[in-house]
């Protein structure tokens, strides 16, 4: 069952049935570096990350490690989550954007878009971003792009992008601190909240919105919101995660204040999992309702209650909640009629 965050259910009720382009932004910011930040990998290749998504979302398999990755406590990567969706009901197209990758992921066929983009440094260390180099590119990128499916899908796989997030949201001047998510069920308060202070006082009089993004932020962010103001409702848009993807709302937000824009969100959409909306330490809906704009938001039902894979029963516990396009790829699932029996079935299959 599909469930409304905000807005209503015609938007997603519109795409039952169509095809989708799911589209995978991939990016590291050396935040992940900072010991205790982030569980989103194996320890000490956290950077591998998103490159292991993006294998195993394409491809079935990894190729730049042995093993998928999963957290210390044996958590795996939610890539199964969308890797079960697109096995059972396929995606026409997956495309994956290289916005500062350490490692490239080692797929043929599959269409990867390179923008000359270099990781980005650790927040506490001022992340020396060009962000408006990394806008404009997204900008364009939105322009030109064409889609042959009815709509697009874009989820992010970016190690400690959640605290990249909260520090964005905060130095943009949005009171939202408490709201933001972790990949661990316990966030790591003490270690976060340090990282962002430190990030904030980076910060001076003078800087202008970029100039705020090149110190705080995170390139999957910067690119994306850019990538939204050029697709300009131009095609269907699903943002496929949390509140990393809230934060990149949010971004859109204060460039249409600050540049007296507006946009016309009808076609654009927010689609996570049911983890983030139960999770007691963050708040998706008091996020999205900080938007100056309207945002249609939705969360299926999975769960993993049907299975007895303890790896699987903590993303029910909150020691994961989303990522790789996870909850908008259980929309589609059910947007296409798979049954939360059948995607477990298929997740499970994966861990025999």
């Known amino acids: 069952m599909l469930e409304n965050i905000t807005g209503d259910v015609d938007f997603i009720e519109n795409l039952r049935g169509k095809s989708a382009t799911f589209i995978l932004a991939l990016s590291n910011t050396k935040t992940y570096e900072i010991e205790g930040i982030t569980q989103a990998g194996i320890p000490g290749m956290i950077h591998l990350t998103p490159t292991l998504d993006s294998e ?10 042995v093993n998928i990755a999963e957290t210390p406590k044996g958590v795996p990567t939610p890539a199964l ?24 992921p080692k797929v043929d066929y599959f269409k990867i878009y390179n923008f000359s983009i270099k990781p980005s440094d650790s927040i506490d260390k001022g992340a020396n971003i060009d962000a408006n180099a990394i806008f404009q590119k997204g900008l ?96 269907p848009l699903i ?32 689609a996570t999992t049911l983890w983030v909306v139960k999770d007691q330490n963050s708040d998706i809906k008091g996020l999205l ?27 029910d516990e909150g020691e994961a909640k989303e990522g790789v396009g996870a909850g908008a790829a259980l929309v589609y699932g059910m947007l296409n009629g798979l049954t939360t029996e059948q995607i477990t079935k298929q997740v499970e299959s994966f861990l025999l």
């Open 56 to 65: 195993f979302v394409t491809t079935g398999t990894v190729r730049s490690l």
């Open 81 to 104: 989550i969308t890797r079960a969706v697109h096995l059972l009901h396929p995606f026409k197209n997956i495309q994956l954007l290289n916005l500062g990758l350490e490692v490239e």
């Open 140 to 235: 364009k990128f939105g322009q030109d792009y064409q889609c042959s499916d009815d709509y697009i899908i874009l989820g992010e796989s970016v190690p400690s992008g959640t605290t990249t997030a909260t520090a964005t949201a905060v130095a943009l001047g949005y009171d939202c601190k408490d709201k933001f998510s972790s990949s661990f069920k316990d966030v790591p308060n003490n270690i976060r909240e340090t990282t962002i202070q430190k990030a904030l006082q980076n910060i001076t009089k003078e800087d202008d919105l970029f100039a705020i993004l090149s110190k705080v932020s995170d390139n999957m962010q910067i690119f994306v919101a850019g990538f939204i103001l050029g697709l300009n409702n131009k095609i």
């Open 239 to 270: 943002l496929a995660g949390g509140t990393q993807m809230a934060s990149v709302l949010l971004i859109v937000n204060k460039i249409l204040e600050v540049m007296q824009g507006e946009l016309n969100t009808s076609n654009l959409a927010l």
């Open 289 to 315: 309702e900080l938007l100056d704009f309207n945002i249609n938001s939705y969360n299926s039902d999975f769960s993993f209650d049907s299975s007895n894979h303890p790896a699987l029963k903590l993303y």
